[in-house]
């Protein structure tokens, strides 16, 4: 007898074959069937009529470090169809630690990732790993809702090794180079899925210095990357210096795209193993240099390297709202109410005397450098360009749709019509950066990226940014956008999309046994109605340990997930099943 069934549904099988409809049939975590009539007995039927079946998302950027640790729902990926997570990117992470280093590594999670500290400092179960195969082996001890995978991240293996040398990104000597390139290989032979490391100097801690290995030299990553080599096991991943531009106001970045890929491609060649690194269309720099550097991985592949820029599926959006960023946080009178309730704020921000007071007041500064809180700055000079989210989410607005061109019918000043879009909606609407006034330019770029052989689709950041970013709905988005909604522009197939977010993104980390619907590989999958897939504008939840605030989008329309072959979601809704564990490198 079969465990289940799921039955006339449109299989998109991950190969970028176009969809069929048919059965799918699974026994013991296994795909047995796919296609035709399954004549075979089951406990249980899914009717996916009307529906696609999919393989489960696989997302290669995510940041659950923490949330192993308190969580074992692991949204909100799994209510996006995600079935394996990969974590760990960004060169911050909480393995390798030594007793007493705790606090420096949260500082640099918070700073980085936007994960509130006291939410790390409480979640996080410390003292139960100092290696990271410890640290493997603990995710491993734990059941969830999907599968997770862990890299290794620069950051913390130079701040293990090197002590306060390594945060003040000090030159390593040859001894520490050993050494780190020792722990890494270790750490993919123990299981890693890779190792990662962060280069631009954007990465910050909480006090406002770069990442530990945002300078290291060259010999020090070369090093990193012939152990990888050595092993035959796992992905290099890299956030390049200039990705999200030059910096200036930082100091500057210390190097260019263009010597950056250079450099990614000698790791390539060095360690003979996967290199992936975000591209996006980058201010300060040409327009076109991100198709230059696609050109150049081109050039690069055909000769034997092993690049694979990764590109994200909508632009990636600032949220601003009363429960997350917004422009007017750091105003003396904000701030002597910002503890009260929403709903107690939004009457007294209601107030004209309020409001008055709130526009004519000067910012008070945020103590901490790195912490996203500075933001507030951007949240001001941007507001022209905010775009108010609506139910479903539009992720390509027309310009006359932000609060820009509100004002400007209202002849008002921006910053009074974004004290008041904050208040619509009981203080509940939410507003988004979406890369920049000409949202339909951003996509037309995104397009030609995720039409690129050579890219994968990532940059989700699930997990961080947890009141300021809100991709992690881009699994579910790439297909009511890209392959049902767009309106202004050419849309993308829809058995594309699903290769680049499961079989493309499977090979990339050699997990050979899912990321397409065939026989004998795991029954991970999604059936989802395609019709009325939804994403709405994000919802404040009030859940992180210590209470700490994070931003959800509520999606609809899946209609069941199974992760080896049990169901953890049933009409987007938590079964409560946690057949997820650890998936090593092999």
């Known amino acids: 007898m079969l ?85 760990g990117n960004c060169g911050v992470g909480f393995a390798p630690v030594r007793p007493g280093q705790e606090q420096t590594l949260i500082e640099l999670m918070e700073g980085v990732e936007d994960i509130p500290g006291t939410a790390l400092y409480e979640g996080i179960e410390w003292g139960r790993w100092e290696s990271f195969a410890e640290y493997l082996d603990y995710i491993a001890s734990r059941r969830y809702a999907l599968d997770i995978g862990a890299q290794i991240p620069h950051g913390s293996v130079r701040y293990y090794v090197m002590g306060e040398r390594g945060v003040a990104n000090e030159d390593a000597t040859a001894d520490d180079i050993a050494v780190q390139a020792r722990l890494v290989g270790e750490a ?77 491609d000698a790791v390539a060649r060095a360690s003979g193993r996967p290199v992936t690194f975000t591209l996006v269309q980058s201010p300060d720099y040409a327009p076109d240099t991100w198709r230059r550097l696609l050109e150049a991985t081109a050039q690069a592949n055909a000769t034997g390297s092993h690049l694979y820029p990764q590109v994200s599926s909508r632009p990636i959006g600032f949220v601003t709202s009363l429960s997350s960023y917004h422009a007017f946080q750091r105003r003396p009178t904000y701030l002597a109410m910002a503890h009260l309730p929403l709903d107690e704020r939004v009457r007294e921000m209601s107030k004209p005397e309020v409001k008055a007071a709130i526009l004519a007041e000067p910012d008070v500064r945020v103590d901490q450098p790195g912490s996203m809180a500075n933001l507030y700055q951007l949240l001001q000079r941007a507001a022209a360009v905010v775009y108010p989210l609506g139910t479903p989410v539009d992720y390509e607005p027309e310009l006359h749709e932000c609060l820009g061109a509100r004002a400007a019918a209202r002849n008002e000043d921006v910053l009074s019509v974004m004290y008041d879009f904050l208040l619509e909606d009981g203080g509940r609407s939410v507003g988004s950066l ?153």
């Open 188 to 264: 993919i032979a123990a299981g890693a899925l890779g190792f990662s490391t962060s280069r631009t100097i954007g990465h910050r801690s909480l006090w406002g210095s770069p990442v530990p290995g945002t300078f290291a030299a060259d010999e020090e990553l070369l090093a990193i990357a012939r152990a990888m080599g050595a092993v035959g096991r796992g992905v290099f991943e890299m956030i390049p210096a200039g990705t999200v531009g030059k910096l200036e106001a930082l100091g500057g970045e210390r190097t260019t795209p263009e010597a950056e890929h250079a450099l990614m």
């Open 3 to 87: 465990d289940s069934v799921i039955r006339g549904g449109t299989i998109v099988d991950g190969t970028g074959a176009p969809g069929v409809r048919g059965d799918v049939g699974v026994r013991d975590g296994r795909l047995v069937q796919v296609g035709g009539t399954v004549t075979e007995a089951a406990r249980e039927e899914i009717d996916a009529d009307g529906a696609i079946v999919t393989p489960g998302w696989i997302d290669v950027h995510t940041h659950y470090d923490g949330q192993v640790s308190w969580d074992d729902a692991m949204d909100p990926s799994a209510g996006n169809g995600a079935t394996t997570v990969v974590m």
């Open 434 to 586: 979406m890369g920049g006034g000409d949202v339909h330019a951003a996509q037309e770029v995104l397009r030609e990226m995720l039409l690129h052989p050579d890219t994968v689709t990532g940059l989700s950041d699930a997990g961080a940014h947890v009141t300021l970013i809100c991709d992690a709905a881009m699994p579910t988005t790439q297909l009511t956008f890209w392959a049902r909604d767009r309106r202004r522009g050419e849309r993308l197939p829809l058995e594309l999309l699903v290769h680049k977010q499961t079989a493309r993104n499977a090979a990339l980390y050699g997990l050979a046994d899912r990321g397409t619907l065939a026989v004998g590989l795991r029954a991970d999958l999604n059936v989802i109605d395609l019709d009325r897939l939804t994403v709405a504008p994000p919802v404040a939840h009030h859940d992180l340990p210590a209470g700490g605030t994070r931003l959800i989008q509520p999606v609809s329309g899946y209609v069941a997930t199974l992760v080896n072959g049990v169901r953890t979601r049933d009409h987007d809704r938590d079964t409560g099943a946690r057949p997820g564990t650890l998936v090593r490198s092999r």
